[in-house]
């Protein structure tokens, strides 16, 4: 079955809204949450670099997948966190 998702903003970059979107998809499924994800990996900053690839990773698809790892993470650990509180 798939998420339902919906497009809460646009952005100057259709790769970030597209990514934002698949991201707030497969987190939404894995929670059983809704998620609202909000990106910016490929805008270029003044110096024209991707800030991705100035940290040094090849694309901006790695950083994405590891911030989208973490989030995952953090919030299996809250949804844990309410229901032994429940």
Same mark, same amino acid.
């Given at each position: 079955?798939?998420?339902?998702?919906?497009?809460?903003?646009?952005?100057?970059?259709?790769?970030?809204?597209?990514?934002?979107?698949? @991201?707030? !998809?497969?987190? #939404?499924?894995?929670?059983?949450?809704? +998620?609202?994800?909000?990106?910016?990996?490929?805008?270029?900053?003044?110096?024209?670099?991707?800030?991705?690839?100035?940290?040094?990773?090849?694309?901006?698809? @790695?950083? !994405?997948?590891? #911030?989208?790892?973490?989030?995952?993470? +953090?919030?299996?650990?809250?949804?844990?966190?309410?229901?032994?509180?429940?």
């Amino acid at each position: 079955m798939p998420t339902p998702t919906s497009q809460l903003l646009g952005g100057s970059s259709d790769e970030d809204m597209m990514l934002g979107q698949q @991201m707030s !998809a497969r987190l #939404a499924k894995r929670i059983g949450w809704p +998620i609202f994800v909000s990106c910016s990996l490929s805008d270029f900053g003044k110096n024209g670099v991707s800030p991705a690839l100035a940290a040094g990773f090849e694309d901006d698809t @790695m950083p !994405a997948a590891m #911030a989208e790892k973490e989030i995952a993470r +953090i919030l299996t650990l809250e949804k844990d966190k309410l229901v032994v509180s429940t």
